[in-house]
């Protein structure tokens, strides 16, 4: 099959290739129309209609990001069953994603250009919110995504494979910024010198939170408020989505994410940074849902690191942004000239926030716990 990439928003596979690729797939009807799909930074979704009125997902595997595609298939694979199994026997709320196999049985297929492509079932009545607009948004999408540690606890079998090592070691993550800025191949240094100073500040936030020094559990690790869907009437926790990169970790990547997100009154790209600001309350509702969600299955440790957490991913994801800024936007999709940048300026800004309210954030964890929230 003829199929060409999608380089950074420029859109070069026509929809009829892509009907006959998802007519490779044991679709209920005959596909007949295709469009782009959802927010992610990384894969590339379309949306698919049948003739029967039914809808699908169809993904293209990013494998310069994920270079083992295979191994993340089986991974998928694995925790879509065992979820699906615990929706069954009544243990979760929690729905999951279904993938539908290829017309000869394979979850996936391989195209030319090293391509992947898999299909899952589209989710209907789902909310993806980029903020949350209420409360119960947060603690509802917090309490789903601890919900869905928890039900990973019992995944039988040898652990996940660690389909991208290093994902959230943040000390390897500011060695690669730091690198990008002695290198500066495209001259950009000097119009973010503030940025650069203001990263290097609080370098001791990269080694605040080591995978070794917590327990490995299988998570979720891109915790993204849009990557859970809500109900749209209820508003409840739905489905979990997005599960390329569910593998062994560390809890409070998962926790911290969703408070970068969801905690934050603007988008991961607000252009305007006088807009951007940490929102206490939502950071209640949030560590409310978690900690609902996950029962008793947090240590001290990581109870305890719920506060600084969140400042490390943010950190994290500014130091990603400004790196491939520098870099010339090899890893994030983009929209528009500096919008990695964009992106980067708005996570600091967020950084410096939550340094604010640092105290309340510890105020606010331990009223939840003395609640019982947990
Ligand atoms: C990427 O593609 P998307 O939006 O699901 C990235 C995440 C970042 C996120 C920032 C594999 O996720 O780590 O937090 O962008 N995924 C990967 O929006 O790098
Ligand atoms: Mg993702």
Known sequence: MAEILRINGL???????????ASLFQLDGTPESAETFGNGNVNDTFLVRTDSGNRYTLQRINHDVFKDPVSLMDNFARVTTHLAQKHMDGQTTLRTLVLVPAQDGSSYLTGEHGNYWRVTEYV?????????????????????????????SDLPGDPLIETIPDFHNTESRYQAFNKAVEQDVLGRTEEVKDLIAF??????????????????????NDTKLNNVLLHKETGKG????????????????????????????SEEDESDISKIHFLPDRFSALVDGYLA?????????????MVIS??????????RFLTDFLVGDTYFKVKRPGHNL?????????????????????????????????
């Open 11 to 21: 859109k070069v596979l026509s929809t009829s290739e892509l009907l006959q690729l």
């Open 124 to 152: 209907p009545g789902g909310l993806s919110l980029e903020v949350p607009e209420s409360r119960e948004h947060a603690y509802e999408a917090a309490r789903a995504f601890g919900d869905f540690q928890y039900q990973l």
């Open 199 to 220: 990263a290097r500040e609080n370098e001791l936030l990269a080694g605040m939170i080591r995978y070794a020094d917590f327990p490995t559990r299988t998570v979720h």
């Open 238 to 265: 739905m489905c979990v989505v997005d599960l390329d990169t569910v593998m062994p970790g560390c809890a409070l990547h998962d926790f911290a994410d969703l408070v970068r997100t969801a905690a934050c009154s």
């Open 293 to 305: 969600g996950v029962h008793d299955m947090l240590d001290s440790k990581e109870i305890e690191r």
């Open 310 to 319: 969140p400042q490390v991913i943010t950190y994290e994801l500014s130091l």
């Open 342 to 374: 964009d992106r980067a300026r708005a996570q600091f800004r967020l950084l410096r926030s939550m340094q604010e309210h640092e105290s309340t954030m510890e105020d606010r964890v331990s009223a939840s716990l003395a609640s019982g929230a947990c």
